[in-house]
């Protein structure tokens, strides 16, 4: 029977505990910190779309309080900048059978990597042997260490899957039935990184959060930082899924309840800084773009320059919403004011999830 050690207590990896709980599902949650002492302690405060709950989790606080068994999955939950640190801690962790050791996990178990961006899955290749690329969109906010809104209803999110870098398999179909089983309708798909990529064009706005803004400066904010990603990622020859055509995930099925507390005008990058965490997944983000594009030759300005305000943002200690965007990105004040939103690649209007 298999068990997932899900890895991380934000939004994500505590949603997916709490589901796979209410599900008969085994499972081990992996928090750190103060998030640990409260989920151990308090329990998880669980606000959903039908009532909020308190669930005492199957809680740990690392790698060494849990004996890893053969049939177990590895369930990547972290921010993309913590993962090669977690993927470290878990990569040699030896396996336990009932005759003794039985290998290592880099070797023998599979790894599910749940975070935006699309660097994770060769961060863990360098080490698993098998890696499972996963692309979700879930209405979560975590703000308070303990406390998690799942503001998605009927389900809680959705979820693409495949093998990373290509490919379905036996255990992908496994997976994805569990996943759907506990409230995460999910399709397996042999392509999971276009699902990434288009994901990660979302995800461009996360920054943007964080600085004070007009709608209309956030919207042409949105098309001077997609027109600069297409660029980068087309001269990367990397091409992205259209969930309105290849989709087989109802997205009717992720509309978003509002909920006392739910950060429904901020995405995850925000909460993160909110939760005073120290650090944001923005170099893996419009830092992203800015890579592709130096390795390409294609200039990507207002990326680059949004990665860097938000970089001293941070270092800084300031308050979100302390810098006014257009100073961040003063071509929206000129040339770029009338861009254009892409006409194609942009992911298509949905229930799209606000903060993951």
């Not at 369930?75 to 801690?89: C, F, G, H, S």
């Not at 993160?272 to 992203?288: C, F, K, Q």
């Not at 949004?306 to 308050?319: E, K, P, T, V, Y």
Request: proline residues 7%; without cysteine; hydrophobic residues 40%.
């Amino acid at each position: 029977m298999t068990r997932y050690i899900v890895i991380g207590g934000g939004a994500v990896g505590a949603s997916l505990a709490a589901q796979f709980d209410a599900a008969g599902i085994d499972y081990v949650l992996v928090a750190r910190g103060e998030s640990y002492h409260k989920l151990s302690s308090d329990g998880l405060r669980y606000i959903r779309p039908a009532g909020e709950k308190t669930l005492h989790l199957n809680v740990v606080a690392g790698p060494d309080d849990v004996a890893l068994r053969p049939d177990d999955v590895l369930v990547l939950a972290v921010k993309a900048q913590q993962a090669e640190r977690a993927i470290t801690d878990w990569a040699w962790r030896p396996i336990g059978s009932e005759t003794g050791t039985n290998g290592i996990a880099a070797h023998t178990l599979p790894i599910l990597t749940f975070q935006n961006g699309i660097d994770t899955e060769r961060i863990a290749l360098r080490r698993f042997a098998t890696v499972y690329g996963v692309s979700i969109w879930i209405p979560g906010t975590h703000v308070e260490p303990g406390t998690v809104i799942a503001a998605g209803t009927p389900a809680v999110g959705l979820v693409w899957v495949g093998r990373y870098p290509t490919g379905t398999d036996e255990l992908a179909s496994e997976i994805a039935s569990d996943l759907t089983r506990a409230g995460f309708p999910t399709q397996v798909v042999p392509d999971v990184m276009r699902w990434k990529t288009t994901k990660l064009i979302t995800n461009l706005l996360n920054a943007v959060d964080l600085f004070e803004a007009t709608d209309d400066e956030v919207k042409q904010a949105q098309a001077v930082l997609e027109r600069e990603a297409f660029a980068a990622l087309d001269a990367a020859g990397l091409t992205r899924a259209d969930p309105s055509t290849e989709s087989t995930n109802d997205r009717t099925q992720l509309q978003i309840a509002p909920l006392p507390g739910q950060s429904s005008a901020h995405k995850s990058t925000w909460q993160s800084v909110a939760r005073g965490s120290g650090s944001v997944e923005t170099d893996y983000l419009n830092g992203e773009i800015s890579l592709l594009g130096r390795l390409h030759g294609i200039p990507t300005p207002a990326n680059d320059q949004l990665q860097a305000a938000l970089g001293q943002l941070i270092s800084g200690g300031d308050a979100p919403g302390s810098r006014r965007l257009a100073d961040v990105l003063p071509a929206l004040s000129n040339s770029f004011l009338q861009a254009p939103l892409p006409a194609t690649g942009s992911f298509p209007q949905a229930p799209l999830p606000p903060t993951h």
